[in-house]
């Protein structure tokens, strides 16, 4: 049996979650590094692409440092985007009725920025690293792991109808183990992850001009 979901509460609730990533998003790379601009065109692209990187935004200032700091700053941008991505196709398609029943439904048509390239269903790649999404059906959620290429902890950022949007780090590099799918808290203490926090910050014209623009659009699909 499908899960009906009020439009408006559906557009809503997508466009808080929008509002939320951008300003966390922002906020970890002002943390980790300077340099890196990570604002994402939602609306105006030919194909409607979701959560694309606008190319001028893509450059990097080639005197920034090379060591894991900067590589996990990416690797969150890169993440960031495969999250935001996937929340916002799979709000559309509930918009119209059709609630993906796995993984591999809820990855197809994923716009990602051109840097990603999908090497199987929910599952990029970059020179980064390599990137898992999850996805549950009821209570709706995503989470994205990072498995990194260059040295630096393993990443889980997550984003649940119940909890939020939530980013765990492995406290040590390695191999460490990955929590299940949608794992408790608990779990992931006792696997050797921690919880980083997030704070927000207030959005700017363009970003809001943005979200204002897709929630006019979905709401009249």
Not at 68 to 77: M, S, W
Not at 84 to 103: D, F, H, I, K, Y
Not at 151 to 166: F, Q
Not at 179 to 203: D, I, N, R, S, Y
Request: aromatic share 6%.
């Amino acid at each position: 049996m499908k899960t009906k979901f009020k439009p408006s509460t559906v557009v809503i609730a997508s466009v808080l979650v929008t509002a939320t990533l951008i300003s966390v998003s922002s906020w970890l790379i002002s943390r980790y590094e300077r340099g890196v601009d990570v604002s994402v065109d939602y609306v105006n692209s030919p194909a409607r692409n979701v959560g694309a990187v606008k190319p001028a935004m893509q450059k990097i200032n080639a005197m920034e440092p090379d060591g894991e700091v900067f590589h996990t700053a990416k690797q969150v941008r890169e993440a960031s985007a495969i999250l935001l991505a996937a929340t916002l196709s799979n709000v559309q398609r509930r918009l119209g009725g059709r609630v993906p029943e796995n993984v591999a439904e809820a990855a197809n048509g994923v716009p990602v920025p051109g840097e990603l390239v999908m090497r199987s269903a929910g599952i990029w790649e970059s020179n980064e690293a390599i990137y898992y999404l999850r996805y549950r059906v009821t209570p709706i959620g995503f989470e994205v792991a990072v498995q990194p290429k260059n040295p630096g902890p393993k990443l889980l950022l997550r984003l649940d109808s119940r909890a939020g949007l939530e980013c765990w780090q492995a406290t040590k590099t390695g191999e460490v183990e990955v929590p299940a799918p949608f794992a408790t808290l608990a779990t992931f203490v006792g696997k050797g992850w921690a919880g980083q926090p997030l704070k927000t910050e207030e959005m700017n014209t363009q970003e809001k001009a943005a979200l204002i623009a897709w929630a006019q659009l979905a709401a009249k699909e």
